[in-house]
T-cell receptor, first 115, second 116 residues
Framework: AQTVTQSQPEMSVQEAETVTLSCTYD???????LFWYKQPPSRQMILVIR??????QNATENRFSVNFQKAAKSFSLKISDSQLGDAAMYFC????????????FGTGTSLTVIP | ETGVTQTPRHLVMGMTNKKSLKCEQH?????MYWYKQSAKKPLELMFV???????ENNSVPSRFSPECPNSSHLFLHLHTLQPEDSALYLC???????????????FGPGTRLLVL
């Protein structure tokens, strides 16, 4: 069964510093997608970054980047130059091409940004 | 913020009430989803519709009844709910599997449901 594990329920970072959120997943598939979603308090969940498993190059989106380790089934999110607006719940998610429209989410990491 | 809207945003209902949640997407997607989000638990996928056809039903109790009249609209009909059904209900949409995109899900703002 596919599962996604986020082992850090809460994290904090000083404004302008860098923080890394961890995510591991369990799958027997070889072709899949990985996502990080951000859910600010009382606001919509939005996509932060996504990665296709066949791509070796780590995805980056401005201050957000991932460290994708396929063999270790690890997909961490690095936020550089943290801003107050980065405070949110962050969810790691996974889906394969072979599970139809089934997405699997972790339990989330609550990130606090300290001014 | 996104092309997925949900109404109402907040709902309080008694266990004997019947209510419906509505979701609408303006992104041209063909797949729509209902999720339940409870504190400290992973998002629970409830239902998936692909081109108006239900493709997933993850053992959801029959007191939740989905309806998808077209690719842009999705409803969740609620009746005789229990207090443990109180949660944030999220709707999402994505491109249909196989259309070549990364099939990212785009979420609505959710309906905060309280069952008394």
């Amino acid at each position: 069964a596919q599962t996604v594990t986020q082992s850090q329920p809460e994290m904090s970072v000083q404004e302008a510093e860098t923080v890394t959120l961890s995510c591991t997943y369990d799958t027997s598939e070889s072709d899949y997608y990985l996502f990080w979603y951000k859910q600010p308090p009382s606001r919509q969940m939005i996509l932060v970054i996504r990665q296709e498993a066949y791509k070796q190059q780590n995805a980056t989106e401005n201050r957000f980047s991932v460290n994708f380790q396929k063999a270790a089934k690890s997909f961490s999110l690095k936020i550089s130059d943290s801003q107050l607006g980065d405070a949110a719940m962050y969810f790691c998610a996974y889906r394969t091409r072979n599970t139809g429209n089934q997405f699997y989410f972790g339990t989330g990491t609550s990130l606090t940004v300290i001014p | 913020e996104t092309g997925v809207t949900q109404t109402p945003r907040h709902l309080v209902m008694g266990m004997t009430n019947k209510k419906s949640l509505k979701c609408e997407q303006h992104l041209g997607h063909n797949a729509m989803y209902w999720y339940k989000q409870s504190a400290k638990k992973p998002l629970e996928l409830m239902f998936v519709y692909n081109f108006k056809e239900q493709t997933e039903n993850n053992s959801v109790p029959s007191r939740f009844s989905p309806e998808c009249p077209n690719s842009s609209h999705l409803f969740l009909h609620l009746h005789t709910l229990q207090p443990e059904d109180s949660a944030l209900y999220l709707c999402a949409s994505s491109a249909r599997s196989g259309q070549g995109a990364l099939e990212t899900q785009y979420f609505g703002p959710g309906t905060r449901l309280l069952v008394l």
